[in-house]
């Protein structure tokens, strides 16, 4: 019996070698996008103006957690920029992908010949697992939930601003 229908996996066949192969290929695909992500994070000043929660945001944390739980989202020139509860997330998983690489790192055999010490950090190569797993279920929720927001807050705006990166503003209606 499969966990996952065929035309859900790479490879589609019971192989473990392939299956082996295609996890290493992607890996290099993520590993490069992450660095590419990075490197523009850092030159255009992404992750200090975008991602660090201010002192203001902090002061509103519990009342911003009470609004997505009634999916009260932002409006006007506050919806054009991330919330705390945004910037946690792209943070936390900023983390979760490091300690994917990492741990993917420190359990090939090749990297605990060279640098036996990474493992160590993770407490040995089943630690590496545990803490891969871990982080590879943290960015799987992370996809899901964010999927649902983008569904629930509005779906053609959301996927526009992804593609153009412009967000259409609603005006709000003067009293």
Do not use: C
Request: glycine fraction near 8%; charge should be positive.
């Amino acid at each position: 019996m499969r966990a996952f229908p065929a035309w859900l996996t790479l490879p589609s066949w019971r192989d473990l070698e392939a299956g082996r192969l295609w996890h290493f290929f992607f890996a290099w695909v993520f590993v490069i996008n992450g660095l590419v992500y990075v490197v523009y994070g850092l030159a255009g000043r992404h992750f200090w103006r975008d991602l660090i929660p201010s002192r203001d945001q902090w002061r509103g944390f519990f009342r911003t957690i009470w609004d997505h739980i009634r999916l009260r989202f932002p409006k006007g020139e506050e919806a054009a920029r991330y919330n705390i509860i945004q910037k946690l997330a792209y943070l936390t998983i900023i983390v979760a992908l490091i300690v994917m690489v990492m741990t993917g790192l420190s359990m090939s055999p090749g990297m605990n010949a060279g640098y036996p010490w990474l493992a160590d950090i993770f407490g040995g190569r089943q630690g590496a697992r545990t803490w891969h797993f871990i982080s590879a279920t943290a960015i799987v929720l992370f996809v899901l939930v964010h999927v649902i927001m983008v569904l629930v807050s509005g779906v053609w705006n959301n996927i526009r601003s992804m593609i153009t990166g412009r967000y259409a503003i609603k005006q709000e209606p003067a009293e």
